[in-house]
């Protein structure tokens, strides 16, 4: 009995189960994936089309997040700040309050990867030590100054309009304190949570102000907290 030619391929395919009867071209992963699905290659199927059809659905959904990425790296960009900031330090030694109001400088070093979130680093050093008011009198002989901080931040962001920039900040910041009575001198270093609510007033593309007010320390009965007056620049 002669066999048709389209029963030898039917034969051919069954005596080689796991192969799909397919040459070698540029279309070849879509038709080792169609045949293997439906085991057979009818007549008059185009593959090319299909295939084409599946390549360009591929490369829209790639361009797309390429382009989605390459806006995303473009918007993301460093940034820096300087500015002084006023502080009130306060503690509660039994039933005595003890208050100071040093001054501190600092620098704020920022990256954002995204329009609305950004990570900071924060450092500062004191410019201007305070006397010590002891139940609310100044303590001739006196002082009190923020030697050194330092910490790390998370800055959430909105626009308001084209100028106005709503921000917070949640992160962590290290201290060293230093009080002065009379000869005898006393230092301390410790951190906690930092956070603090701002806004940023924009005076170009690359130029802004911001105001700030922060909560530094929260431990123990003393508080550090103080408002944030700082001129930034993008890069």
């Known amino acids: 009995m002669v066999m048709t030619r389209e029963k030898l391929d039917i034969q051919r395919q069954a005596n080689h ?17 169609y045949l293997c699905t439906t085991g057979r290659l009818n007549r008059g199927t185009s593959l090319r089309c299909f295939n084409k059809k599946g390549i360009r659905m ?13 806006a995303t790296v473009a918007q993301a960009q460093w940034y ?4 002084a900031t006023p502080l009130s330090v306060k503690a509660n030694v039994d039933g005595n309050t003890i208050k100071a109001n040093p001054t501190m400088l600092g620098l704020v070093i920022g990256y954002e990867f995204h329009p609305n979130l950004a990570l900071e680093g924060m450092a500062a050093t ?4 305070d006397v010590i008011r002891f139940n609310g009198t100044d303590v001739p002989g006196t002082s009190l100054k923020v030697n050194r ?9 909105i626009m308001l309009t ?5 921000f917070g900040r949640v992160g962590w910041v290290e201290n060293k304190t230093t009080g002065q009575v009379g000869s005898y001198s006393i230092t301390d270093k410790d951190h906690d949570v ?6 940023n007033y ?10 700030s007010y922060n909560n530094f320390y929260d431990k123990d009965g003393v508080k550090t907290r103080g408002a944030m007056l700082s001129v930034g620049m993008k890069f």
């Open 17 to 33: 189960k796991y192969q799909c009867p397919v040459r070698q071209r540029t279309d070849l992963a879509c038709k080792l994936s």
């Open 58 to 70: 591929k490369i829209k959904q790639t361009c797309l997040a390429v382009l989605v990425l390459s």
């Open 80 to 83: 820096g700040e300087i500015g």
């Open 126 to 129: 004191n410019v201007d030590s």
């Open 149 to 157: 901080a330092y910490g790390v931040f998370i800055k959430p962001k």
């Open 162 to 166: 084209p100028e106005w920039e709503l």
């Open 194 to 199: 930092a956070y603090g609510l701002g806004l």
């Open 202 to 211: 924009h005076f170009s593309k690359t130029s802004y102000g911001a105001l």
